[in-house]
């Protein structure tokens, strides 16, 4: 194609001048077509090249693309296996973690049990002793009773002895004090009290009210008495009187006994109180029940009170009951005298006591087991 667009080869050999024949055009004219038509060219050439080029870049980009739309899905594959390949490792941390926890735990009570197994008898006597004071200590709060700490101080002092080790022989001493002081405290029975009460409750509809005009049976039993002593003796003096013939001296005892019954009769017809609430001698009949009632309830709140070592609440109680018993029963009648005394038997006892603790023998426990 560039042969082509040469200029043909000149010539030496001239044309053969025609007079006639119009004159060439200039030279350089033909310079400057021939330059424009070689620049012609090259542009064409250049974008030619220029448009193979783009279509190259084209391909280029499209293929690139196309790999990149290829990495981008293979990057979300990859980055769905990362997720769950950091779910499943999360999971397995966990389950790690809980494994750890409890290997830590076994060991934990491994070494436990090695450090109990590792303890020699003296410190796991010890450790007996003590726990079973401390159970005493708090069965004794509880009960309000001594017996429990007494029976441990007994059982250790016994366990000590056949254990026959001569450093715990403080611990022996101070358990031997500690028991000596727990014995001399009083502790409060109260069993006994509530059986008290108990008794006081059953004879309240027994006592004789104020109200209620009752004879005296306390001067009517002393009578017999007397009539028994006088018949015994008129019986030992019967032989001799028999043997003297003092019959008259039989009629006379006779007569004596009659006289007494029936002054004692007489007497018990006529009764002189001195009543200090005249409120008690006006109670209706129908009002003497709900007293009695009001009575009980005052005991059995009493004896609850006793029973769940509320000692105010039970003294307050037996007070109410005091001065009722005070106030409208016949304090003349044996049985309200009785009743009285085993109230005040139970107000005098029914105090707040307080345990005394085995500090002795804890504190020695505690040097016995420092000193190993």
């Known amino acids: 194609m560039s042969e082509n667009l040469l200029p043909p080869p000149e010539t030496n050999q001239a044309p053969p001048a025609s007079p006639a024949a119009p004159a060439a ?11 424009l038509l070689v620049a012609s060219v090259v542009a064409l050439a250049l974008a030619w090249r220029a448009d193979q080029r783009v279509g190259s870049l084209e391909q280029e980009l499209v293929r690139r693309q196309q790999d990149s739309a290829k990495q981008a899905v293979e990057a979300q594959m990859l980055a769905k296996q990362a997720n769950e390949g ?6 397995k941390v966990a389950l790690l973690e809980a494994r750890v926890a409890e290997v830590a735990l076994q060991r934990t009570q491994l070494e436990d049990l090695i450090q109990s197994l590792s303890r020699s008898r003296d410190e796991n006597l010890l450790v007996d002793i003590e726990a079973a004071l401390r159970m005493a200590i708090q069965q004794g709060a509880i009960t309000g009773s001594t017996e429990p700490l007494v029976l441990v101080l007994r059982q250790s002092d016994e366990r000590l002895a056949r254990y026959s080790q001569p450093r715990l022989e403080g611990v022996r001493r101070a358990i031997a004090r500690d028991l000596d002081r727990v014995k001399s405290a009083g502790a409060l029975d109260i069993a006994s009290l509530t059986i008290k009460l108990d008794e006081t409750m059953r004879m309240v509809d027994e006592l004789p009210l104020l109200a209620t005009a009752e004879p005296r049976r306390e001067p009517a039993r002393a009578a017999p008495a007397a009539v028994r002593a006088a018949s015994a003796a008129s019986a030992a003096s019967a032989p001799s009187a028999a043997a003297d013939g003092l019959w008259p001296a039989a009629w006379s005892d006779t007569w004596n006994r009659l006289t007494a019954s029936v002054w004692n009769e007489v007497r018990s017809l006529v009764r002189v109180t001195r009543i200090e609430h005249p409120d008690a001698a006006l109670l209706a009949p129908e009002q003497a029940y ?19 070592r509320q000692f105010p609440t039970a003294q307050a109680d037996l007070q109410s009951a005091q001065q009722a018993l005070e106030r409208y029963f016949d304090r003349g009648s044996r049985r309200t005298t009785a009743a009285l005394e085993l109230l005040r038997q139970v107000s005098l006892q029914a105090r707040q006591t307080t345990l005394p603790r085995p500090d002795d023998t804890l504190a020695a426990l505690a040097t016995a087991a420092a000193g190993r």
Do not use: I, Q, T, Y
């Open 25 to 35: 055009p200039p030279r350089g004219m033909a310079v400057v077509a021939g330059v």
């Open 290 to 308: 709900f007293v009695r009632e009001n009575l009980k309830l005052r005991l059995l709140n009493a004896r609850l009170a006793l029973l769940s």
């Open 86 to 91: 950091m779910g499943a490792a999360a999971a």
